[in-house]
Protein backbone atom coordinates (compact mmCIF):
# COMPACT_ATOMS: atom_id res chain seq x y z
CA UNK A 1 0.00 0.00 0.00
CA UNK A 2 1.27 3.61 -0.73
CA UNK A 3 1.89 5.90 1.50
CA UNK A 4 -0.26 9.01 2.02
CA UNK A 5 1.61 12.09 1.20
CA UNK A 6 0.15 14.71 3.09
CA UNK A 7 1.53 17.35 1.83
CA UNK A 8 0.36 16.69 -1.60
CA UNK A 9 -3.24 16.09 -0.39
CA UNK A 10 -3.52 19.18 1.77
CA UNK A 11 -2.25 21.19 -1.59
CA UNK A 12 -5.04 19.41 -3.57
CA UNK A 13 -7.41 20.14 -0.50
CA UNK A 14 -7.26 23.41 -0.18
CA UNK A 15 -7.31 24.32 -4.16
CA UNK A 16 -10.38 22.67 -4.22
CA UNK A 17 -11.81 24.38 -1.35
CA UNK A 18 -10.98 27.66 -3.03
CA UNK A 19 -12.55 26.50 -5.92
CA UNK A 20 -15.91 25.58 -3.95
CA UNK A 21 -16.12 28.95 -2.75
CA UNK A 22 -16.81 30.95 -6.73
CA UNK A 23 -18.23 27.56 -7.58
CA UNK A 24 -18.24 26.86 -11.76
CA UNK A 25 -17.58 30.68 -11.99
CA UNK A 26 -14.93 31.10 -14.99
CA UNK A 27 -16.20 27.10 -15.59
CA UNK A 28 -18.80 27.42 -18.51
CA UNK A 29 -18.34 29.04 -21.71
CA UNK A 30 -20.49 32.80 -22.55
CA UNK A 31 -21.42 34.14 -25.66
CA UNK A 32 -18.19 35.58 -27.61
CA UNK A 33 -19.25 37.67 -30.44
CA UNK A 34 -15.76 38.46 -31.51
CA UNK A 35 -11.71 37.31 -30.67
CA UNK A 36 -9.45 40.36 -30.46
CA UNK A 37 -6.63 40.22 -33.13
CA UNK A 38 -4.13 41.03 -30.60
CA UNK A 39 -4.19 39.09 -27.10
CA UNK A 40 -4.77 41.28 -23.98
CA UNK A 41 -2.72 41.76 -21.29
CA UNK A 42 -3.38 40.96 -17.79
CA UNK A 43 -1.21 41.94 -15.12
CA UNK A 44 -2.28 40.45 -12.13
CA UNK A 45 -1.34 37.87 -9.29
CA UNK A 46 -3.02 34.65 -8.35
CA UNK A 47 -4.05 34.92 -4.80
CA UNK A 48 -5.38 38.40 -5.52
CA UNK A 49 -9.72 38.13 -4.69
CA UNK A 50 -9.96 41.04 -7.89
CA UNK A 51 -7.27 39.34 -9.81
CA UNK A 52 -9.56 36.34 -9.51
CA UNK A 53 -12.59 37.92 -10.43
CA UNK A 54 -11.10 39.54 -13.92
CA UNK A 55 -9.72 36.33 -14.27
CA UNK A 56 -13.14 34.50 -13.99
CA UNK A 57 -14.43 37.11 -16.74
CA UNK A 58 -11.66 35.92 -19.18
CA UNK A 59 -12.10 32.13 -18.90
CA UNK A 60 -15.76 31.96 -19.24
CA UNK A 61 -15.34 34.28 -22.68
CA UNK A 62 -12.54 31.65 -23.38
CA UNK A 63 -10.25 34.62 -23.75
CA UNK A 64 -6.78 34.10 -24.28
CA UNK A 65 -4.44 37.03 -22.32
CA UNK A 66 -0.87 37.58 -22.37
CA UNK A 67 -0.45 36.90 -18.32
CA UNK A 68 2.22 39.35 -16.49
CA UNK A 69 2.64 37.73 -12.99
CA UNK A 70 2.95 40.99 -10.28
CA UNK A 71 3.55 38.72 -6.81
CA UNK A 72 4.45 40.98 -3.71
CA UNK A 73 8.44 41.50 -4.41
CA UNK A 74 8.30 41.56 -7.65
CA UNK A 75 10.94 43.56 -9.70
CA UNK A 76 9.57 42.56 -13.47
CA UNK A 77 6.14 43.33 -14.14
CA UNK A 78 4.97 45.66 -11.21
CA UNK A 79 6.86 49.26 -12.10
CA UNK A 80 5.42 49.13 -15.54
CA UNK A 81 1.77 49.13 -13.71
CA UNK A 82 2.77 52.25 -11.91
CA UNK A 83 4.25 53.95 -14.92
CA UNK A 84 1.17 53.27 -17.41
CA UNK A 85 -1.59 53.18 -14.92
CA UNK A 86 -0.15 55.57 -12.02
CA UNK A 87 -0.48 53.28 -9.12
CA UNK A 88 0.30 49.95 -8.17
CA UNK A 89 -2.97 48.25 -8.44
CA UNK A 90 -4.17 44.91 -9.59
CA UNK A 91 -5.83 43.57 -11.84
CA UNK A 92 -4.72 45.86 -14.67
CA UNK A 93 -5.94 45.49 -18.17
CA UNK A 94 -4.53 46.29 -21.71
CA UNK A 95 -6.68 46.27 -24.62
CA UNK A 96 -4.08 46.91 -27.59
CA UNK A 97 -7.04 46.13 -30.07
CA UNK A 98 -8.73 49.07 -28.56
CA UNK A 99 -6.20 51.10 -26.67
CA UNK A 100 -8.09 51.00 -23.59
CA UNK A 101 -6.87 50.27 -20.15
CA UNK A 102 -7.77 49.99 -16.51
CA UNK A 103 -7.83 48.78 -13.34
CA UNK A 104 -10.90 47.69 -11.08
CA UNK A 105 -12.08 44.19 -11.14
CA UNK A 106 -15.66 45.02 -11.82
CA UNK A 107 -14.90 47.33 -14.40
CA UNK A 108 -12.82 45.29 -16.33
CA UNK A 109 -15.28 42.59 -16.12
CA UNK A 110 -17.69 44.76 -17.54
CA UNK A 111 -15.97 45.88 -20.43
CA UNK A 112 -14.85 42.49 -21.52
CA UNK A 113 -18.50 41.31 -21.73
CA UNK A 114 -19.43 44.79 -23.76
CA UNK A 115 -16.55 44.32 -26.56
CA UNK A 116 -16.24 40.48 -26.76
CA UNK A 117 -19.38 39.28 -25.14
CA UNK A 118 -22.98 39.77 -25.74
CA UNK A 119 -22.89 42.75 -23.51
CA UNK A 120 -24.93 40.93 -19.91
CA UNK A 121 -22.01 40.20 -17.23
CA UNK A 122 -23.25 37.31 -15.51
CA UNK A 123 -24.60 37.87 -12.33
CA UNK A 124 -21.40 36.20 -9.88
CA UNK A 125 -19.49 38.91 -11.72
CA UNK A 126 -22.05 41.78 -11.98
CA UNK A 127 -23.06 41.17 -8.28
CA UNK A 128 -19.99 43.29 -6.69
CA UNK A 129 -20.52 42.54 -3.22
CA UNK A 130 -20.85 39.19 -3.41
CA UNK A 131 -18.09 38.58 -6.22
CA UNK A 132 -15.60 40.21 -3.95
CA UNK A 133 -16.57 38.33 -0.62
CA UNK A 134 -16.82 35.15 -2.10
CA UNK A 135 -13.62 35.78 -4.01
CA UNK A 136 -12.03 36.56 -0.68
CA UNK A 137 -13.23 33.39 1.00
CA UNK A 138 -11.21 31.62 -1.75
CA UNK A 139 -8.02 33.17 -1.57
CA UNK A 140 -8.39 32.55 2.39
CA UNK A 141 -7.79 28.83 1.26
CA UNK A 142 -3.97 29.50 -0.24
CA UNK A 143 -3.11 32.55 0.87
CA UNK A 144 0.42 32.35 0.85
CA UNK A 145 0.46 30.25 -2.41
CA UNK A 146 0.97 32.72 -5.86
CA UNK A 147 1.27 35.71 -3.84
CA UNK A 148 5.21 36.39 -3.35
CA UNK A 149 8.05 36.38 -5.28
CA UNK A 150 10.46 33.68 -6.17
CA UNK A 151 13.71 34.87 -7.95
CA UNK A 152 13.87 33.54 -11.01
CA UNK A 153 15.19 33.83 -14.88
CA UNK A 154 12.76 35.24 -17.55
CA UNK A 155 11.96 33.12 -20.34
CA UNK A 156 12.79 34.14 -23.45
CA UNK A 157 9.67 32.87 -25.55
CA UNK A 158 6.02 33.36 -23.58
CA UNK A 159 5.29 30.05 -22.18
CA UNK A 160 1.99 28.60 -22.56
CA UNK A 161 -0.98 27.61 -20.21
CA UNK A 162 -4.00 25.63 -21.17
CA UNK A 163 -6.46 25.91 -18.07
CA UNK A 164 -10.02 27.47 -17.01
CA UNK A 165 -10.38 29.57 -13.73
CA UNK A 166 -12.28 26.90 -11.27
CA UNK A 167 -9.99 23.74 -12.03
CA UNK A 168 -7.92 23.25 -8.41
CA UNK A 169 -5.37 21.90 -10.71
CA UNK A 170 -5.03 24.18 -12.87
CA UNK A 171 -4.73 26.94 -9.53
CA UNK A 172 -1.86 25.11 -8.80
CA UNK A 173 -0.13 26.08 -11.87
CA UNK A 174 -0.83 29.35 -12.08
CA UNK A 175 0.72 29.86 -8.83
CA UNK A 176 3.96 28.56 -9.84
CA UNK A 177 3.90 30.46 -12.86
CA UNK A 178 3.29 33.94 -10.70
CA UNK A 179 5.47 33.50 -7.88
CA UNK A 180 8.25 32.93 -10.33
CA UNK A 181 6.82 35.79 -12.47
CA UNK A 182 6.97 33.79 -15.96
CA UNK A 183 4.93 35.99 -18.54
CA UNK A 184 3.00 33.45 -20.30
CA UNK A 185 0.15 33.08 -22.43
CA UNK A 186 -3.19 31.63 -20.61
CA UNK A 187 -5.35 29.70 -23.05
CA UNK A 188 -8.86 29.67 -21.41
CA UNK A 189 -10.61 25.94 -22.87
CA UNK A 190 -13.99 25.84 -20.28
CA UNK A 191 -16.50 23.52 -20.48
CA UNK A 192 -18.40 24.35 -24.02
CA UNK A 193 -15.62 26.26 -25.04
CA UNK A 194 -15.28 26.65 -29.27
CA UNK A 195 -11.63 26.16 -28.25
CA UNK A 196 -11.86 22.91 -26.76
CA UNK A 197 -11.33 21.15 -30.25
CA UNK A 198 -8.27 22.62 -31.53
CA UNK A 199 -6.87 22.30 -28.04
CA UNK A 200 -7.22 18.29 -28.17
CA UNK A 201 -5.96 18.45 -31.66
CA UNK A 202 -3.16 19.95 -29.71
CA UNK A 203 -2.49 17.59 -26.64
CA UNK A 204 -4.35 14.94 -27.61
CA UNK A 205 -6.91 14.68 -24.80
CA UNK A 206 -8.94 17.11 -23.01
CA UNK A 207 -7.41 17.46 -19.74
CA UNK A 208 -5.89 20.32 -18.32
CA UNK A 209 -3.59 22.16 -17.06
CA UNK A 210 -1.16 21.59 -19.89
CA UNK A 211 2.08 23.32 -19.84
CA UNK A 212 3.65 24.35 -23.39
CA UNK A 213 7.30 25.60 -22.92
CA UNK A 214 8.95 26.91 -26.63
CA UNK A 215 12.25 27.64 -24.54
CA UNK A 216 12.83 24.21 -24.00
CA UNK A 217 10.14 21.72 -26.46
CA UNK A 218 8.57 20.51 -22.70
CA UNK A 219 4.87 19.96 -23.12
CA UNK A 220 2.68 18.42 -20.10
CA UNK A 221 -0.05 17.72 -17.99
CA UNK A 222 -0.31 17.06 -14.33
CA UNK A 223 -0.44 20.08 -11.89
CA UNK A 224 2.61 18.98 -9.69
CA UNK A 225 4.51 17.59 -12.39
CA UNK A 226 4.24 21.30 -14.14
CA UNK A 227 5.15 22.92 -10.81
CA UNK A 228 7.97 20.79 -10.21
CA UNK A 229 9.47 21.61 -13.56
CA UNK A 230 8.86 25.25 -13.42
CA UNK A 231 10.87 25.46 -10.27
CA UNK A 232 13.76 23.08 -11.53
CA UNK A 233 13.86 25.25 -14.69
CA UNK A 234 13.33 28.64 -13.86
CA UNK A 235 13.77 29.36 -10.31
CA UNK A 236 17.25 30.43 -9.12
CA UNK A 237 19.15 30.85 -5.67
CA UNK A 238 18.55 27.42 -4.58
CA UNK A 239 14.61 27.01 -4.81
Not at 134 to 154: D, H, I, K, N, Y
Not at 163 to 173: L, N
Request: charged share 25%; with cysteine.
Amino acid sequence: MRPVDFTRFWDLTTATAASAARPNFGNVHFKRTKTPEQPLELYEFEVCPYCRIAREALSALSLDPIIYPCPKGSGRFREKVKQEGGRYQFPYLVDPNTGVSMYESADIADYLFRQYGDGQTPWFLRQRGFAVSTSMLASGFRPQRGRRAVPSREPEKLLELYSYEGSPFCRIAREALCELELPHQLRNVPRRSPDRDAFVSISGKMQVPYLLDPNTGAQMFESEAIRRYLYETYATNGH
